[in-house]
């Protein structure tokens, strides 16, 4: 079986990246060490090896069926689920209070990439528990809190996000499930539907915990009149449990990600169904953002473990396979080489690696400033949190759009048998495909970056990130390294290209808004691009150092990889904001002026 | 049912641009006219909405299945083979003497683009059978010619390409399946295996006639020492027929494409398996190379026609689905839109179109060199002849690696709609991806292209086109349409820069020959987009000159939407050169120098 992730490349990251030890400086981390952190990675390890990773064929073979009104999914669910919770990996990061092991958000999603590398749909599962229950004690009442978030964290219960409808997909203010009050405070009657519900309904655990949207009647229109209710499958009597009306209507076939559950629900169709309002009544939206801006890097995070199981996939295979000649040496007689010595594939896999591992210190970037945003206060909190506001619409599209073509050339590295189901790299390549749909389309997340987020706090987020890139390039400068003031002195240019656009397309806003925002996808990715360089000279800026302290042959081979990568980076993806930024200055209205009849 | 191509592009394409009726003048083709190409296509439809469109999904839910030696594909195969071979579909551009049509090549791939769009797994066996038959026609014998043909031709009998063996996928030089002479002259015994045979085994016909590559015993080394053989599942004797010990070893199970059954086999394993050599011994690759260029083409057709598919799914989609707002108009009382006003809809959309309908004119424009170099002699003949071997790579290549693009992009414009099976479009990202592989990777036609054809005749073909883009230039210089003067300018100064990044390029290879093709994929992506750039100008031309004469109103728009796409693919397309340019002139070594250790 060959590797679907690099353990190496977690701890280069976590220690030498991110330095992440230091957290345990902070009172609510101090009983953390460097070795606990080890210690949680090789649990993950073991239980993603020998639970997670042997199902991953299966799972997508043998989908979930609705029968008799349950949807059942693969049966090895029901002992990973319950393993979930029994260690801990529901609550890791909340309070000892709350039965958690206070663990760094950033250690935590080291651990939980790992999952997602080995069998992406089982990884769903105890994840979406996390954010729901999360929702619930962060918002909830003490009893919406004590009565739900301990089933919960044991993994005996499953949470998830119900926001989707079926005239509500993207516009969330078009939502039409509606919650009457009753006589009891807080107790409201739901009546509506649901749809691509993940983990909606399934047979491996006892209860189902929605966090829905909701209007309560004669609430305001659009989302301003959204509340956030708790509604069980199974609520909570005197007596124990009794059926809550909710209905699963059909469960979803899809392309990819088969091992998980997609549901349609019926609220309140045939039964009583009862919700359950957290926090104030209409506030539902911004309490939901919680869990939505956390599955937004959640998101991410699986398009890349996704992506690295690929490229590992791919690169095992390079590695074995002989085929064709040197371009400098033809002879039919000598015996051929292995693939990993073309330069076609060696391209392949570079482009692999500098996506996966660009976006994978990114998105670990992210958990270090949700961490410092809990524990930091003043500027250094609101540093921490305007950095992940602002590149969330990045973590989350970046690798999810790439992670696309990343496993796409996964599959071309092998050839034909890429596109058999001998290989997982066909399923890599299906499951990849979901990310850029779920938890906000990237052409939403275009909109949000370029249309909310550049401007939020009188752009105090793009200052920050700013100086962070600048701070990288200094200390890149400080270096005698002639490719590090190379690429330093790249993304210095590329900084100037995003200043350029970024003004250009300002100041259009002011014009003609929906020409502004009309190529905010793009925007997007070349916004994305430079992200990940910065990501890059960061990772050989350590990489440099790590060479000139290193004997070990397997050291220098990893810094000479980043080296060799963040090379690649430079002149094969950050190339691309040359005709990007032609684009985004042109202004030409071609696809707002397009008529539907012309199509 | 949406439709799944356009017959008034198809119409544009045969008439306005590339005004195949001009063909009726010569012999060859004095028999038809307008009338008769329409009508083909029309019997196309036909065929393509009652038999084929209705087994898509059918076909691709049902995959083939080895049984008892045999692979069984669904029962619906069985009357469209019929139907293909008793309508003439197989023979249609043969001779007369041959029982074909002499239908031009050119109207024939447009009637095979209807099929393909309509069902590609099911295109593709009537396909396999034309290239094999033809080959022997080319090459064989009179007594091959005449025992093989006609039950090909009637589609009884189907036609296959033998080429890739376990330990040699794209390197043809190492096949090792052998041909031992016999008391017979011409007549070989078999032994050997082959992989990824299409249609290499089915119950759908009465036989299977494999045209085998293999190497006859003490032949020279590498691709000199290849003969072509006629290798039937069921040979014929004196009584009729006997099996020819040809083992169906297995079928491959895929990710899409599995209509079509694809196998692995066995030669001479068991009982004695005969062949029937093709023209001379050791000239078979060279043969083959008849069959290869054509399904070259074929598979650019195929990719075109699965992104066609895909394009009017997610049309009619986008304009049957209400969701969000226009940006200047958010007013949740307002009702929704429909989602084709979304400028980053109609950004996806234009994308799609932009694209197969740029691809689907080079490729008629393929069928036409064919037409021309089969029935005009001297410079005429080799013009066509030259063009056509030129622009195969890229006529194979730049669809096949944009259609996964526009398949996506087809997906994302349905959401989560679009990741179900419930929808069409995820079968046709999944159908699309086989592309950029069978027929020569992309990478193999990026070497094919800059290493070989750039050069091959003293640069003669390369000569031969850009003169064909100046002359399309010139044309729209001597408009006075300011958009066609623009594009004219911009093709210009792409023209420019294929210049200098070839002779950048060129000179590159005298010092470095690895180092010359390492990034030959990005030449190909490169010098393909700038050809497609061409035809969108050669397509904006005759648009205008459309919307002069036209006072219809389905006409207007429809030339309309060739302007707007055009301007689209210069906007958005062909921008992308410029990265590409800076990329593939800076010659830094990064793939070349990386070495397996460091992945």
Redesign the interface.
């Not at 190339?575 to 990007?580: Q, Y």
């Given at each position: 079986m060959p590797s679907f992730f690099s353990k190496r490349d977690l701890h280069f990251n976590l220690y030498e990246l991110l330095k992440v030890e230091q957290l345990t400086s902070y009172d609510y981390f101090q009983d953390h060490d460097r070795q606990s952190f080890d210690m949680v990675l090789d649990a993950a390890e073991q239980i993603a090896n020998k639970m997670l990773h042997p199902l991953l064929t299966e799972m997508d073979r043998k989908e979930p069926q609705l029968m008799d009104g349950t949807i059942r999914v693969h049966e090895g669910m029901k002992a990973i689920t319950k393993r979930f919770g029994e260690d801990g990996w529901i609550n890791a990061t909340f309070s000892y209070d709350e039965g958690g092991q206070q663990l760094p958000v950033t250690v935590q999603n080291a651990a939980a990439f790992i999952f997602q590398a080995a069998n992406y749909s089982a990884s769903v599962y105890p994840f979406l528990t996390t954010g729901a229950a999360n929702l619930i004690r962060s918002f909830g009442s003490k009893e919406l809190i004590e009565q739900y978030t301990p089933l919960m964290y044991s993994g005996r219960w499953q949470g998830t996000m119900a926001l989707?409808e079926p005239?509500?997909?993207?516009?969330l203010?078009?939502i039409s499930t509606a919650a009457e009050p009753t006589s009891e405070e807080g107790v409201y009657k739901i009546t509506g539907q649901k749809?691509?519900i993940s983990c909606g309904d399934h047979d491996a655990c006892e209860n189902i915990v929605h966090l829905l949207l909701a209007k309560i009647k004669g609430g305001p229109?659009?989302?301003k009149g959204i509340s956030l209710f708790v509604v069980p499958k199974k609520r909570i009597t005197e007596n124990g449990h009794t059926n809550n009306g909710v209905t699963t209507a059909g469960v979803?076939?899809?392309?990819?990600?088969k091992g998980a559950p997609i549901a349609h629900l019926m609220f309140g169709s045939d039964e009583t169904c009862l919700g359950y309002l957290v926090g104030e009544p209409h506030k539902g939206l911004t309490y939901m953002f919680q869990m939505m801006n956390e599955a937004r890097v959640g998101v991410g995070m699986n398009a890349t473990a996704i992506g690295t199981a690929a490229y590992y996939a791919s690169?095992a295979y390079a590695?074995e396979r002989?085929?064709?000649?040197?371009?400098?040496a033809k002879d039919?007689?000598q015996p051929?080489t292995?693939i990993?010595?073309?330069?076609?594939?060696?391209?392949m896999?570079?482009f692999q690696?500098s996506v996966v591992e660009g976006a994978l210190s990114l998105l670990l970037q992210c958990g270090l400033w949700a961490d410092l945003a809990h524990v930091t206060e003043g500027e250094a909190k609101e540093r921490a949190e305007l950095l992940l506001d602002l590149l969330t619409p990045v973590a989350k599209s970046y690798p999810s759009e790439m992670c696309?073509q990343t496993t796409?050339a996964a599959?071309?590295i092998l050839?034909?048998a890429?596109?058999?189901?001998?290989f997982p790299v066909?399923q890599y390549?299906?499951e990849a495909?979901?990310h850029?749909?779920?938890e906000g389309?990237?052409?939403i997340h275009?909109l949000d970056l370029l249309g909310r987020k550049l401007t939020l706090h009188g752009g105090k987020g793009l200052q920050y990130l700013m100086e962070e890139i600048k701070n990288t390039i200094a200390e890149a400068k400080q270096s005698d390294q002639p490719q590090l003031l190379d690429l330093a002195a790249r993304l210095e240019g590329a900084l100037e290209r995003v200043q350029t656009v970024t003004t250009s397309l300002l100041n259009l806003a002011k014009q003609d808004?929906?020409l502004f925002?009309?190529?905010?996808?793009l925007y997007l990715d070349f916004f994305g691009i430079v992200t990940i360089a910065w990501q890059w000279l960061k990772q050989a800026i350590q990489a440099q150092k790590g060479l000139m302290m290193t004997n070990s042959e397997e050291n220098r081979?990893?810094y000479?990889?980043k080296v060799?990568t963040a090379?690649?980076f430079f002149?094969?993806e950050l190339?691309?904001?040359?005709?990007?930024a032609?684009?985004l200055t042109?202004h030409?209205k071609?696809?707002?002026?397009?008529?539907?009849?012309?199509?």
């Open positions: 989707t005239n509500a997909g993207s516009s203010s078009d749809i691509f229109a659009g989302t979803y076939h899809k392309m990819g990600y690169l590695k002989p085929q064709g000649r040197p371009i400098t039919p007689t051929q292995l990993v010595h073309h330069a076609d594939v060696k391209r896999l570079l690696k696309c796409s599959v071309q050839g034909g890429g596109y058999t189901t001998d066909e390549y299906r495909r979901i850029p749909i779920h389309t990237t052409g275009g808004k929906e925002l009309a190529d905010a996808t081979n990893f000479q990889g060799a090379n690649y002149d094969y190339v691309k904001i040359s005709s990007l032609l684009r042109s030409t071609g696809t707002v002026e397009m008529q539907p009849d012309w199509f």
